[in-house]
């Protein structure tokens, strides 16, 4: 398990990942090992493009990053410095929804005892990329997410900051970022108007909005398009490790956990930097 984050600023975009890998019993119903040092954040060839993955580890006996290294050596829009970065994600998000199929359909299918396609959910692994960068001769970064295999269709991949806005996402275990920022965690709030609910007449839709405008006035506000580069690879880098000391400290393994891992690419268009 993982938490990644993307900061987009106005000189550039960052990427951080803890490095703990999780290994689940052959039942996959429990957690068997916690490995740290896992690798999960990588460059894309010479291209200003970085990539933080979630998720799935491996996708049979091969590594995340060992399929990423065969992307950017194969594919002919990482090799193309004029190619824009959504066709990169997309050719990205094609090449891992291929190995997907090939590799890990077949083997849940075994486990699940039946069809792809009547399997749940929830017992269909995800994989998770956080792509961030500049097109060519663009000078604002952009951040785009693929998660397999719900993105199996051409096009399916999301923009989650295009260029010009300014600010901070979270992936996967993001929880403890979430209570920071925002003060509180979404499941309290419906846990509270649930109670109330039942000890009184429920809410109506208007009242319910007027609890969360209440609340969202407690939320930390940052100027990120303000924000130095590095303070941003040093925000970045806070809240990952916020995620890891928390699960260091709270009950249950330590599914997060590890070194912080931050990379960052600036508009002077030079390769996505993975920093020590």
């Given at each position: 398990m993982t938490v990644a984050v993307s900061c987009n600023l106005s000189d550039g975009v960052v990427l951080?990942?803890?490095?703990?890998?999780?290994?689940?019993?052959?039942?996959?119903?429990?957690?068997?090992?916690v490995y740290e040092n896992a690798e999960k954040l990588f460059e894309l060839g010479d291209r200003p493009i970085g990539v933080a993955v979630y998720g799935l580890g491996a996708i049979g006996d091969r590594s995340i990053g060992s399929y990423?290294?065969?992307?950017?050596?194969?594919?002919?829009?990482?090799?193309?410095?004029?190619?824009?970065?959504?066709?990169?994600v997309e050719a990205a998000r094609e090449f891992f929804m291929d190995r997907y199929r090939r590799e890990v359909v077949p083997r849940v299918e075994r486990r699940q005892g039946q069809p792809w396609d009547q399997v749940p959910d929830d017992k269909k692994p995800s994989i998770g990329l956080v792509i961030g960068g500049f097109s060519p001769n663009a000078y604002l970064s952009e951040v785009w997410q693929v998660v397999l295999p719900r993105a199996e269709a051409s096009g399916s991949s999301e923009l989650i900051c295009p260029q010009g806005t300014f600010g901070t996402n979270w992936f996967a275990m993001f929880g403890p970022i979430r209570r920071y920022v925002k003060g509180f965690d979404p499941d309290l709030v419906e846990a509270v108007i649930e109670y109330m609910e039942k000890r009184s007449t429920a809410l109506t839709p208007d009242e319910e909005g007027e609890v969360r405008e209440l609340l969202n006035e407690y939320q930390y506000s940052i100027p990120y398009g303000a924000m130095p580069m590095e303070e941003g690879v040093a925000h970045a880098r806070f809240l990952v490790e916020l995620?890891?000391?928390?699960?260091r400290y709270a009950t249950g393994?330590?599914?997060v956990g590890g070194r912080v891992h931050v990379g960052r690419v600036t508009y002077r268009h030079g390769a996505f930097e993975i920093l020590v």
């Amino acid at each position: 398990m993982t938490v990644a984050v993307s900061c987009n600023l106005s000189d550039g975009v960052v990427l951080a990942v803890d490095s703990a890998v999780t290994l689940p019993t052959d039942d996959d119903e429990s957690i068997a090992k916690v490995y740290e040092n896992a690798e999960k954040l990588f460059e894309l060839g010479d291209r200003p493009i970085g990539v933080a993955v979630y998720g799935l580890g491996a996708i049979g006996d091969r590594s995340i990053g060992s399929y990423l290294r065969e992307f950017a050596v194969q594919s002919t829009a990482v090799a193309d410095p004029t190619t824009q970065l959504l066709e990169v994600v997309e050719a990205a998000r094609e090449f891992f929804m291929d190995r997907y199929r090939r590799e890990v359909v077949p083997r849940v299918e075994r486990r699940q005892g039946q069809p792809w396609d009547q399997v749940p959910d929830d017992k269909k692994p995800s994989i998770g990329l956080v792509i961030g960068g500049f097109s060519p001769n663009a000078y604002l970064s952009e951040v785009w997410q693929v998660v397999l295999p719900r993105a199996e269709a051409s096009g399916s991949s999301e923009l989650i900051c295009p260029q010009g806005t300014f600010g901070t996402n979270w992936f996967a275990m993001f929880g403890p970022i979430r209570r920071y920022v925002k003060g509180f965690d979404p499941d309290l709030v419906e846990a509270v108007i649930e109670y109330m609910e039942k000890r009184s007449t429920a809410l109506t839709p208007d009242e319910e909005g007027e609890v969360r405008e209440l609340l969202n006035e407690y939320q930390y506000s940052i100027p990120y398009g303000a924000m130095p580069m590095e303070e941003g690879v040093a925000h970045a880098r806070f809240l990952v490790e916020l995620v890891v000391n928390h699960h260091r400290y709270a009950t249950g393994a330590p599914v997060v956990g590890g070194r912080v891992h931050v990379g960052r690419v600036t508009y002077r268009h030079g390769a996505f930097e993975i920093l020590v």
